[in-house]
C-alpha cells in the first residue's frame, strides 16, 4: 500500500547504494528512481518534491516534508521505464539503461550527468561496469551489446551475435586480466588537468608494459536462449594510430570539477566506502585511475545533441556500425529453451536463470562437475543440444 502512494508502476530494478547500510535505490517502470533509507518511516499520504536539480533528461527532486519520512528523493530519468541501473566500481558513478535508449552516467554525489549514449535503436534493458570501472556495456532491442568508454566518453565497441533482445550482461572478473600498460600514466593526468579531455591510448611506441596483454571477458544472455562469451582486448582498447586528439573532444567539456571532496548538495549524502561493497569480489586487484573522477560535467555539444534530439545513427551519441570495432563471440551457446533472464559469474561456474523459473550452473573448465548440483532439473532428458559447451571455454556442470 506504501508503495503505491509512492509510484504505482512496475519496480525494474532494486539495490543497496554501496557503502551505506541504511540507503537503497528503487526504479520504476515510471522512468522515477526513489532514494530509501530503511530507518524512516513511510508518510500517511502521497510524497510531496520540491525540485532539487535539473539537466538535460533529467531532474532531482528532495522530500518536501518538513518530518523525517520515505522516500528521502526522487530521480526521474529519460522517457520510460529505467530498466537497470549500476553502480560503478569506486561507488561514485551511476549508470541507467533507459527504455527511450539511452545509456546516462551519473556522478551519484554530485547529482550531475556526466555521459551518454544511445542504443542503435530501441530501448535499452541491462547495464554493467568493468571490474576496473573503465567501461560499461549494455544490451537492448538492437540485440547488440555495446562497450563505452568512461574514460573517452564514446562507444569503442559493439558486439554482433545475438537473434534477439539482450536481457543481460555481466563482465567476469574471475578471467579479466588488466595490465599495468592499461593504467592511465602521469602525461594522461597532465593532460586531463590542462584540457580537461582523457588521453588518446593510442601511444606509437610499444614499452614493456604495453607488451602485457590486456582482456576484459564479458558475457551476455537473451530472448534467443544463448549465452555469449565475449573478449575485449587490446586489439580494440588500443589500436595503434598516432597520439593526438580525437572525436572524444568533441564530447568532453573543456572544464573539469577540482578534486576537492564534495558532498551532495541534497539529502541523499552518504559515506562513500572505496572499497567496492556491495560489488562482486575479483580474485585479482584493478587500480581505478584518479582521472576517472575527474572529468564530471556533459559537454555543450553533447548536451545540445541531447536537447534537440538528434540522437540517430552517424552522431557522436551513435555512431554508425563501420565506425566502431565490431566484436563477435568467443563462444555462443543455446542453453535454455526459453528466455534467459540472469546471469552470474562465480569462481567455479557460471549461474544462469531462465523464463521457465529454473536455475542451471555451468562448471569452469577443470572444476568437478556434478550433474544435478545446484540444478533445479534435471537436464538429462532434454532434446535440445545444451549438454557440452566446447572444452576451450566452459563445460556444462
Request: glycine share 8%; proline share 6%; charged share 20%.
Given at each position: 500500500?506504501?508503495?503505491?502512494?509512492?509510484?504505482?508502476?512496475?519496480?525494474?530494478?532494486?539495490?543497496?547504494?554501496?557503502?551505506?547500510e541504511n540507503l537503497f535505490l528503487v526504479a520504476h517502470e515510471s522512468g522515477?528512481?526513489?532514494?530509501?533509507?530503511?530507518?524512516?518511516?513511510?508518510?500517511?499520504?502521497?510524497?510531496?518534491?520540491?525540485?532539487?536539480?535539473?539537466?538535460?533528461?533529467?531532474?532531482?527532486?528532495?522530500?518536501?516534508?518538513?518530518?523525517?519520512?520515505?522516500?528521502?528523493?526522487?530521480?526521474?530519468?529519460?522517457?520510460?521505464?529505467?530498466?537497470?541501473?549500476?553502480?560503478?566500481?569506486d561507488c561514485k558513478h551511476i549508470a541507467t539503461a533507459n527504455q527511450d535508449?539511452?545509456?546516462?552516467?551519473?556522478?551519484?554525489?554530485?547529482?550531475?550527468?556526466?555521459?551518454?549514449?544511445?542504443?542503435?535503436?530501441?530501448?535499452?534493458?541491462?547495464?554493467?561496469?568493468?571490474?576496473?570501472?573503465?567501461?560499461?556495456?549494455?544490451?537492448?532491442?538492437?540485440?547488440?551489446?555495446?562497450?563505452?568508454?568512461?574514460?573517452?566518453?564514446?562507444?569503442?565497441?559493439?558486439?554482433?551475435?545475438?537473434?534477439?533482445?539482450?536481457?543481460?550482461?555481466?563482465?567476469?572478473?574471475?578471467?579479466?586480466?588488466?595490465?599495468?600498460?592499461?593504467?592511465?600514466?602521469?602525461?594522461?593526468?597532465?593532460?586531463?588537468?590542462?584540457?580537461?579531455?582523457?588521453?588518446?591510448?593510442?601511444?606509437?611506441?610499444?614499452?614493456?608494459?604495453?607488451?602485457?596483454?590486456?582482456?576484459?571477458?564479458?558475457?551476455?544472455?537473451?530472448?534467443?536462449?544463448?549465452?555469449?562469451?565475449?573478449?575485449?582486448?587490446?586489439?580494440?582498447?588500443?589500436?595503434?594510430?598516432?597520439?593526438?586528439?580525437?572525436?572524444?573532444?568533441?564530447?568532453?567539456?573543456?572544464?573539469?570539477?577540482?578534486?576537492?571532496?564534495?558532498?551532495?548538495?541534497?539529502?541523499?549524502?552518504?559515506?562513500?566506502?572505496?572499497?567496492?561493497?556491495?560489488?562482486?569480489?575479483?580474485?585479482?586487484?584493478?587500480?581505478?585511475?584518479?582521472?576517472?573522477?575527474?572529468?564530471?560535467?556533459?559537454?555543450?555539444?553533447?548536451?545540445?545533441?541531447?536537447?534537440?534530439?538528434?540522437?540517430?545513427?552517424?552522431?557522436?551519441?551513435?555512431?554508425?556500425?563501420?565506425?566502431?570495432?565490431?566484436?563477435?563471440?568467443?563462444?555462443?551457446?543455446?542453453?535454455?529453451?526459453?528466455?534467459?533472464?540472469?546471469?552470474?559469474?562465480?569462481?567455479?561456474?557460471?549461474?544462469?536463470?531462465?523464463?521457465?523459473?529454473?536455475?542451471?550452473t555451468w562448471a569452469r573448465p577443470g572444476c568437478a562437475t556434478n550433474r544435478?548440483?545446484?540444478?533445479?532439473?534435471?537436464?538429462?532428458?532434454?532434446?535440445?543440444?545444451?549438454?557440452?559447451?566446447?572444452?576451450?571455454?566452459?563445460?556444462?556442470?
Amino acid at each position: 500500500l506504501f508503495q503505491r502512494l509512492v509510484d504505482k508502476t512496475k519496480v525494474m530494478c532494486l539495490k543497496w547504494i554501496p557503502g551505506s547500510e541504511n540507503l537503497f535505490l528503487v526504479a520504476h517502470e515510471s522512468g522515477n528512481m526513489f532514494v530509501y533509507n530503511k530507518e524512516h518511516p513511510p508518510g500517511m499520504g502521497p510524497p510531496q518534491y520540491a525540485l532539487m536539480k535539473q539537466g538535460p533528461g533529467y531532474s532531482i527532486h528532495s522530500g518536501k516534508s518538513k518530518t523525517t519520512r520515505n522516500p528521502v528523493c526522487k530521480w526521474t530519468i529519460g522517457e520510460g521505464s529505467i530498466n537497470e541501473f549500476s553502480f560503478s566500481p569506486d561507488c561514485k558513478h551511476i549508470a541507467t539503461a533507459n527504455q527511450d535508449g539511452f545509456l546516462r552516467v551519473f556522478d551519484f554525489d554530485l547529482q550531475t550527468l556526466c555521459g551518454v549514449m544511445k542504443s542503435y535503436f530501441g530501448g535499452l534493458t541491462c547495464v554493467c561496469w568493468s571490474p576496473d570501472g573503465k567501461y560499461i556495456v549494455t544490451g537492448g532491442e538492437d540485440d547488440l551489446v555495446t562497450v563505452w568508454s568512461f574514460l573517452e566518453r564514446r562507444v569503442i565497441a559493439r558486439g554482433v551475435g545475438h537473434q534477439s533482445w539482450v536481457q543481460v550482461v555481466a563482465f567476469d572478473p574471475y578471467t579479466t586480466s588488466v595490465s599495468a600498460g592499461g593504467r592511465v600514466d602521469d602525461s594522461d593526468e597532465d593532460e586531463i588537468e590542462q584540457n580537461g579531455v582523457a588521453p588518446s591510448h593510442g601511444n606509437t611506441s610499444v614499452t614493456q608494459d604495453d607488451k602485457n596483454m590486456t582482456c576484459y571477458r564479458f558475457g551476455s544472455v537473451g530472448q534467443d536462449t544463448n549465452l555469449m562469451l565475449w573478449d575485449l582486448g587490446d586489439d580494440v582498447l588500443k589500436p595503434q594510430r598516432p597520439r593526438g586528439r580525437s572525436m572524444r573532444t568533441a564530447t568532453l567539456s573543456n572544464s573539469h570539477v577540482p578534486t576537492t571532496n564534495f558532498l551532495s548538495n541534497g539529502p541523499v549524502s552518504h559515506e562513500v566506502n572505496h572499497s567496492g561493497s556491495g560489488n562482486a569480489v575479483a580474485p585479482m586487484s584493478f587500480d581505478t585511475p584518479k582521472s576517472l573522477t575527474q572529468v564530471h560535467s556533459l559537454s555543450k555539444s553533447v548536451e545540445h545533441l541531447v536537447n534537440i534530439g538528434n540522437v540517430t545513427p552517424g552522431t557522436v551519441l551513435c555512431p554508425r556500425m563501420d565506425e566502431v570495432s565490431i566484436l563477435e563471440p568467443l563462444v555462443a551457446k543455446k542453453v535454455a529453451n526459453e528466455r534467459l533472464t540472469a546471469l552470474s559469474f562465480r569462481e567455479d561456474c557460471i549461474v544462469m536463470a531462465c523464463h521457465e523459473g529454473f536455475i542451471r550452473t555451468w562448471a569452469r573448465p577443470g572444476c568437478a562437475t556434478n550433474r544435478d548440483c545446484g540444478l533445479s532439473k534435471d537436464d538429462s532428458d532434454d532434446d535440445d543440444d545444451t549438454d557440452n559447451l566446447p572444452n576451450s571455454s566452459y563445460s556444462l556442470a
